[in-house]
């Protein structure tokens, strides 16, 4: 990346080039071959640093393609509210890019004058990003900002899920903006940024140690899930999901076929959200790192879903696809902080116990009347405190060692690494827990004070997408219009339209319910 | 001074070199990571594929097994498969691996592209998921969940692993890559129409046979009843899936792409790959339309996969026109397949069986006719003297010594024998035991009703009382085509 010469002087400057003449005493064709070798040395920083463009820009468009979180939503809930949260889903990634541009991005990694511990304070609106470090040691870093926004976008919509299909719009906007601009961000500055006061690679650790959080199950996945939990619990769960003796109403979602599209394209995508957390990729630790982290997480996955559906077939429920997709994401979200530091073995062992862990929040939930439509408290809140907590049990010494650059390396307890990792871990955890249910218990708050938190009464029973979303094709008229061409529309359209037409058949005259298939 | 001068320059030399070789498997890993992620994704568009093919009632079943897959498939693949695929102990054996079980030791050990490359264990288990998920397709509908679990087990950890250690270890009996060649020559096979497409689409097809067909499926004379899929849209975008993935499937199966032969492979493999399927797709619209006087979606679907499949194993090796070719024959030759299966009352609800193992088979043996001598040497550059010394090429140049030929044909033979000879006794225990198929009672019903505690679709167009009731029985008609002809 250094000015080069003209030819002759390959990648030595011409004051370079002289002074090696003279020190070679004069014999200039020496000299050009020796600062032909500094040329091959630049070209290869050149492709160094393209190298690791290439991988954070497409581990980051992997991390973004698990918006299709927005596939699973929509099929975990009733059809009358789906495009309801496909829109909440597609606005976060828009509403947290305007964000993380505007004040998140500093808040996280910015590092001015006087930097400290708690907020970052430069960077805003990517104001003289070419002089100050962003993330990496690389100034003016433009991917890193792509990168880190993709893992605030997931954050701002993993409370979606929990407090789907009676949250009104203006509230969810308002979080949104919040979570993203603000609560994340401040979050990331505590453990991945150089100058905060909570992470393993930070300037001066918290007890030697700090907390270790590879991509995130703390600080993405905590943020996000206790910020939907607290949600949940304050906007009251969903008409009939409780009966008057307090037990659970079934409440499946309409489409398993959608649950499963989404739960693919998670998986697929948090190749790109751990490997991708190792930020380069332009040496053999690093490279090691990144595939460890694929094998991690895939067995993590692969034990949490197996897991799970060994509970549901011991709960008499027989082979629940549900619980199986569940299962795998739990693993996933666990694996996250220390897919780059734990045994292939400790992995299998997160994913199991995050599944057991899962049930039994969910259980816990339902036992507390809170309607977290799809358990994004248990998955994000539960299971990622448990990936942080595992890390301070069963991070093997040498694998730390080559995911961070240090002088000591405090690892895991059950490695005889002490106990200031697993410290800093359970710190880290309630600090995170704290933070969240600092912020966002108010922020709730004030909008239920105002009657703004949830949706009217009728809003609900109709559905969102029909009283929100304009969505008017539900007459008879246009029922029997619609249907013979159901192939070519949008099918999900399609359905709605066919449920309004059996309800109001059965509701209505005796119509009988195959006429709704003309 | 000079000493001075030759230290400065061996000392930069040497940070160079080292730099270099960093970046240089910086670039490796990264390929095989983006490459394992996308096979990974053919799984889920395998699943969207499944689940449209097939009659709404059993789509939240398919659905589970074959997510169900890859979970099982890294789990063996973990505790046995890539040992018995790569592991490479004290004393190897051409027939199956012996080292590296709970990848033990991996750091000492070759693992397939390096020495303890924590991607080679992660990319292979892509392809070992693969190889296991394939023969839902045949056996959907009416397959005891328990048989399925079993064989998914037995697939990934054992019958997959055996056969990648013939083609794919350094160590194995059959691959050209080998350290001891068949007849000096070895079988080609890049990305696995054989290893894997073989594999699995003819246990497939065993259990097909084996399961019997579903209910209704053949009339009382023998004839074919139509069964179409519930969901088209689901059927494309488990093909577009399927494709996309594809390009991480064949051309990051070269496992390097740091020198100019790496990277001209990796480049030929994905144009290769875009025209035969291309030219399956095509060819299997134009036999729909020839037959049926009707332009059939699902038609032309099969014939993309069946292209891609066929050209799996030779697309770093053959001439564009070439994989045009492959893509044709393998499209028309998937239509007959199809129809005599129909002819033997063997029901195939995805055609798995002639997709996987018919044109997998075409495949592996097309290499033998038009891999060009260029371009393997370009690809096994370790091997380019044998090349030119024994003639190892396709028949079809001249001069060829029909090695490779032989090798392709006893390559395949090989795979059938043992998946045959694995895969009948499995799935014949199961069937002595009464647990290889489901009641007709539950047939009816749907699997999902019956045992998987619900439905695909809750609340929408699917009655509960008349089973199969979907959208795409209830409005026949000339453009949407059932998918066995």
């Not at chain 2, 030759?333 to 997709?355: E, H, N, Q, R, T």
């Amino acid at each position: 990346m250094s000015n080069q010469g003209p030819l002759s002087t390959g990648g030595c400057t011409s004051e370079q080039f002289a002074e090696v003449v003279k020190a070679l005493d004069g014999d200039s064709a020496a000299a050009t071959a020796l600062c032909q070798v500094f040329a091959t040395s630049n070209r290869t920083e050149e492709i160094a640093f393209g190298l690791n463009t290439v991988f954070m820009v497409l581990s980051g468009a992997l991390v973004f393609i698990m918006a299709s979180f927005a596939m699973l939503e929509a099929g975990a809930i009733r059809s009358k509210n789906a495009m309801n949260i496909l829109l909440q889903t597609v606005l976060d990634g828009a509403a947290s890019a305007i964000m993380w541009y505007l004040v998140g991005f500093g808040f996280a990694y910015g590092i001015g004058d006087r930097p400290n511990g708690f907020i970052g304070d430069a960077l805003f609106g990517l104001a003289r990003y070419k002089s100050h470090e962003t993330v990496t040691d690389v100034r003016g870093d433009w991917t890193s900002w792509f990168f880190q926004w993709a893992f605030c976008a997931t954050a701002a919509t993993i409370p979606a899920g929990a407090v789907a299909e009676r949250f009104n719009f203006n509230a969810y906007l308002g979080y949104s903006l919040f979570l993203g601009g603000f609560v994340y961000p401040v979050v990331v500055h505590w453990v991945w940024c150089r100058t905060g006061w909570l992470g393993y690679g930070t300037d001066a650790p918290l007890l030697g140690a700090g907390m270790i959080d590879f991509a995130g199950s703390g600080v993405v996945h905590m943020t996000g899930g206790l910020a939907g939990l607290i949600g949940a619990t304050m906007v009251g769960p969903r008409m009939g999901r409780f009966d008057s003796n307090g037990q659970p109403v079934h409440m499946p979602g309409h489409s398993a076929i959608l649950v499963v599209l989404g739960t693919v394209l998670l998986w697929f995508g948090w190749y790109g959200f751990n490997p991708g957390s190792a930020l380069v990729a332009d040496n053999a630790n690093v490279a090691s790192v990144a595939g460890r982290a694929a094998v991690t997480t895939t067995l993590s996955g692969a034990a949490g879903g197996l897991t799970c559906l060994v509970i549901a077939v011991w709960r008499g429920r027989s082979w629940d696809l549900t619980y199986l997709c569940n299962g795998m994401l739990v693993g996933f979200v666990s694996i996250t902080a220390g897919c780059s530091v734990l045994e292939p073995w400790a992995a299998l062992l997160c994913g199991g116990v995050a599944a057991v862990l899962f049930e039994a929040a969910c259980e816990g939930l339902l036992k507390l009347r809170i309607d977290d439509v799809v358990s994004a408290g248990p998955m994000h809140g539960v299971c990622g405190a448990w990936g942080v907590l595992i890390v301070g049990l069963l991070a093997k010494k040498e694998y730390v060692e080559q995911t961070f650059d240090r002088d000591i390396y405090p690892h895991g307890l059950f490695y005889g690494g002490g106990g200031k990792l697993l410290a800093s871990q359970v710190i880290g955890i309630l600090a995170i827990a704290g933070w969240v249910f600092g912020t966002m218990g108010p922020f709730f708050a004030a909008f239920r004070a105002v009657g703004s938190l949830r949706i009217s009464a009728e809003d609900e029973t109709l559905g969102l997408d029909a009283s929100k979303h304009g969505v008017r094709n539900l007459g008879r008229a246009g029922v029997r219009k619609a249907m013979p061409s159901c192939r070519t529309l949008d099918p999900l359209n399609c359905v709605v339209s066919h449920i309004s037409c059996r309800v109001e058949s059965a509701a209505s005259f005796p119509i009988t319910p195959s006429s709704c298939t003309t | 001074m000079a000493s001075a001068i030759a230290t400065a320059i061996c000392d930069e030399l040497s940070t160079s070199a080292s730099s270099v070789a960093d970046v240089s498997l910086g670039v490796n890993t990264f390929l095989l990571l983006f490459g394992g992620a996308l096979v990974f994704l053919m799984h889920g568009g395998f699943a969207m594929l499944e689940a449209g093919a097939i009659r709404s009632k059993n789509a939240m079943n398919i659905l589970l097994q074959t997510i169900l897959d890859a979970a099982a498939a890294a789990i063996m693949w973990y505790c046995v498969g890539f040992g018995f695929a790569y592991g490479i102990g004290d004393k190897p054996n051409k027939f199956i691996g012996n080292a590296m079980f709970g990848l033990a030791r991996y750091k000492s050990h070759y693992t397939g592209s390096g020495m303890g490359m924590w991607t080679d264990f992660f990319f292979q288990w892509a392809f070992c998921a693969t190889a296991a998920t394939i023969p839902a397709g045949s056996v959907a509908e009416r397959f005891n969940f328990n048989a399925y679990m079993g064989y998914s087990i037995f697939i990934a950890g054992f019958v997959y692993p055996v056969v990648a250690h013939w083609a794919w270890c350094v160590e194995g009996w059959l691959g050209f890559g080998v350290n001891t060649p068949l007849f000096k020559a070895g079988y080609i096979d890049f990305a696995g129409s054989g290893v894997i497409h073989m594999t699995g689409g003819l246990a497939g097809l065993i259990g097909a046979t084996m399961v019997g067909p579903r209910l209704g499926r053949f009339d009382a004379d023998g004839n074919p009843v139509e069964m179409p899929g519930h969901s088209a849209i689901l059927v494309v975008l488990g093909t577009v899936l399927l494709w996309f993935g594809w390009y991480g499937f064949n051309p990051t199966s070269m496992l390097m792409i740091t020198s100019t032969p790496a990277a001209t492979v990796v480049g030929r493999a994905a144009v290769t790959t875009t025209l035969s399927g291309a030219a399956g797709g095509i060819a299997c619209l134009l036999n729909g339309f020839r037959r049926h006087r009707g332009w059939d979606l699902v038609g032309l679907c099969n014939g993309i996969l069946c292209g891609f499949v066929a050209i799996t194993a030779c697309c770093h090796v053959v001439e564009p026109w070439a994989a045009i070719l492959c893509g044709l024959v393998a499209g028309l030759w998937f239509d007959f397949l199809c129809w005599v299966l129909l002819k033997l009352k063997i029901d195939d609800p995805l055609s798995a069986g002639p997709m996987h193992f018919g044109t997998g088979m075409w495949g592996v043996f097309f290499t033998g006719l038009l891999a060009k001598q260029e371009y393997i040497k370009e690809a096994y550059t370790f091997r380019s003297d044998d090349v030119d010394a024994y003639h190892l090429y396709g028949a079809f140049y001249p001069h060829s010594s029909g090695k490779l030929l032989a090798s392709q044909v006893i390559g395949l033979l090989a795979i059938i024998g043992w998946v045959c000879g694995t895969m009948i006794p499995f799935f014949f225990i199961f069937k002595l035991a009464g647990a290889l198929r489901i009641p007709p009672e539950m047939e009816e019903m749907g699997l999902d009703r019956s045992k998987h505690g619900g439905s695909a679709y809750n609340g929408t167009g699917v009655s509960p009382s008349a089973p199969g009731n979907d959208v795409m029985r209830n409005q026949p008609s000339a453009k949407v085509l059932p998918l066995n002809g």
